[in-house]
C-alpha cells in the first residue's frame, strides 16, 4: 500500500478530479434524503435532479467509464486480467433500494482502503465522517456520535501494555465494528479499542513505531473458548493478534511484503493474507506458517472474505478483479469477476452464504447469487467514491458508504423475499 505521504498527494488528485460535478439546487439535508417510495415515482436514488441538467444520466454514467481511472501499482494490470473473467448475467434484483440518507456524510481518508462502514444489525450503521465515528439508526433517522479522535483520546480502563497517554488527532484509516466492540486503526500504527455499552476508550496501543505504520484492516472474531479477538493488518509487513479478554497482543506474524487485509477462516485455522505482492498467501493461524500460495492476480489485493461454509474464499485486487478460491484445489481461482470502473477494494458475504458483494473503488457494488455458481449478479449503479459496505449480521440489509463532497451519503438497501409484504415493517 502506498505510503502516507504518496496517498495525501493521490488523495488530493481525488478531490479535485473525482468529486462529481453535477450542481447541487436544494439546501435542506431532510429534503435531499430519498425514500424507497420516491424512487419508485422515478427520483433519483441519491437526488441528482437530472431533469434540470444539461447532461442526462446514462451520458454521465458513459463519461465515468472513460474517464476514471483506476489506481496500479503494476501498470496494465487491469488489461491483463479481462481475459480470465467470467461473463456474468446482469439484471438480478436481490437488494432492493430503501433510502438515501444525505444527512449522513461517509467520509476516507485512504485511497485504498475502503472498510469503513459496518452494520450491527439490520437498522444500526456505524462509519467514519471525517475524525468521528459515527452510529446511525435508520429506524430513526438519528445519529450520534460515537467517538471523535479530532482532539486527545486515552483509556479510561488500565490493562498491560495499553498506552494510558492515548493519542492525539488520529487519523482513522481503517475500522471494524462486531456485536459491541469498536476498534479504529490508525495511519501510525495506532489502534483504539471501545465497548459500544461501555463510557470511554478501554484500550489504547501502538503496533509499531516504524514510519511505515500505516493500519490497513482489521477484522473482529470469537476464538474457540469465546474469546473476542482482532486481527490487525499492518503496512510494516506484519500481522498482530490480540486478546481483548486479556487486553493485550498475543501473536505477531512478519511477512516479505505489506498486508493490506487479512480474513480468518470461519473455523479459526486459517488466514487468507493479501497485500502488495499479486501473490495471496493462506496462512497457519496459529504458527502464521504458509498452507498454500494464491496465484493469478495481476497487481496488488485489498480485500478479502471468506464464505461462511469455510470451503471458498474471494480475494479483490486492483487488477480490477474478484477471484474465488477453493479450498480443496488452490492451484488456480475457480471464477474471476471483473468490475466496471476499478479495483475491487471490499468484499462481503452475507452470514447465510446466498450473495457476495463486491465494492469498486467508486460507482459500483456487484451482489453475486453463490447459489448459481458466481454466475447471476445484481450491479448497484450510482456515483461516488466507495468508503465502504456492509450487510447486516441478518442478512436483512446493505449499507453503502458515498464519499463526495456534494452527494456523499449513506446509502441503504433491504433484501427482497418471496413474502414481499414484510418490507413495510422493516
Known amino acids: 500500500m502506498v505510503s502516507l505521504i504518496h496517498c495525501t498527494l493521490v488523495m488530493s488528485i481525488f478531490y479535485s478530479c473525482y468529486t462529481l460535478i453535477i450542481p447541487h439546487p436544494i439546501q435542506n439535508n431532510r429534503m435531499q434524503d430519498t425514500t424507497a417510495a420516491q424512487a419508485r415515482k422515478g427520483r433519483d436514488i441519491q437526488g441528482i435532479p437530472w431533469e434540470r441538467l444539461s447532461i442526462t444520466r446514462e451520458k454521465y454514467r458513459h463519461t465515468r467509464l472513460e474517464q476514471y481511472k483506476n489506481y496500479e501499482n503494476i ?14 448475467e446482469k439484471g438480478g434484483s436481490y437488494y432492493a433500494f430503501r433510502r438515501n440518507s444525505r444527512s449522513v456524510k461517509s467520509t476516507i481518508l485512504h485511497f485504498q482502503l475502503r472498510n469503513l462502514v459496518w452494520a450491527t444489525s439490520k437498522h444500526d450503521v456505524y ?45 482513522v484509516s481503517t475500522l471494524a465494528v462486531k456485536d459491541k466492540l469498536l476498534v479504529a486503526g490508525g495511519f501510525q500504527g495506532e489502534l483504539i479499542c471501545k465497548y459500544l455499552d461501555r463510557p470511554g476508550i478501554s484500550y489504547c496501543t501502538r503496533t509499531t513505531y516504524e514510519d511505515n505504520a500505516i493500519t490497513n484492516a482489521v477484522e473482529i472474531y470469537s476464538s474457540g473458548s469465546g474469546a473476542v479477538h482482532f486481527v490487525a493488518s499492518n503496512n510494516d509487513n506484519g500481522v498482530r493478534d490480540f486478546d481483548l479478554e486479556k487486553f493485550q497482543q498475543s501473536n505477531h506474524f512478519r511477512f516479505t ?35 498454500a500460495s494464491l496465484h493469478g492476480h495481476l497487481d496488488y489485493s485489498f480485500a478479502s472474505a471468506w464464505h461462511p461454509d469455510g470451503l471458498t474464499f474471494a ?42 458483494a463486491m465494492a469498486e473503488p467508486a460507482d459500483f457494488v456487484h451482489v453475486f447469487d453463490v447459489n448459481s455458481g458466481y454466475q447471476k449478479e445484481q450491479e448497484i449503479d450510482f456515483f461516488g467514491e466507495i468508503s465502504g459496505m456492509s450487510f447486516s449480521p441478518d442478512t436483512e440489509s446493505l449499507f453503502i458508504g458515498v464519499w463526495d463532497r456534494t452527494y456523499g451519503s449513506l446509502l441503504e438497501f433491504g433484501r427482497r423475499r418471496e413474502y414481499s409484504y414484510l418490507d413495510t415493517i422493516i
Not at 501494555?161 to 488527532?169: A, D, H, M, R, V
Not at 496462512?283 to 502464521?288: A, C, K, L, T
Request: with cysteine; aromatic share 6%; charged share 20%.
Open 315 to 356: 480475494t479483490g485486487n486492483q487488477d480490477k478483479t474478484c477471484r474465488i478460491w477453493d479450498m480443496r484445489n488452490l492451484s488456480t481461482s475457480v471464477a474471476a469477476l471483473k468490475g466496471s470502473l476499478g479495483a475491487i477494494r471490499s468484499i462481503r458475504y452475507t452470514s447465510d452464504g446466498r450473495f457476495m
Open 75 to 88: 501498470p496494465q494490470s487491469g488489461e491483463g486480467s479481462e481475459k480470465e473473467c467470467k461473463t456474468t
Open 127 to 171: 462509519l467514519m465522517s471525517h475524525f468521528s465515528v459515527l452510529h446511525w439508526s435508520s429506524l430513526t433517522c438519528i445519529k450520534s456520535e460515537v467517538l471523535n479522535v479530532s482532539g486527545h483520546v486515552a483509556p479510561c480502563e488500565k490493562h498491560p501494555g495499553s498506552l494510558l497517554e492515548g493519542f492525539t488527532q488520529t487519523q
Open 257 to 291: 511484503w505489506p498486508v493490506n487485509h487479512t480474513s480468518l477462516s470461519p473455523d479459526g485455522k486459517l488466514l487468507v493474507i493479501v497485500g502488495d505482492d499479486p501473490d495471496g498467501m493462506l496462512v497457519d493461524s496459529r504458527s502464521g506458517k504458509a498452507v
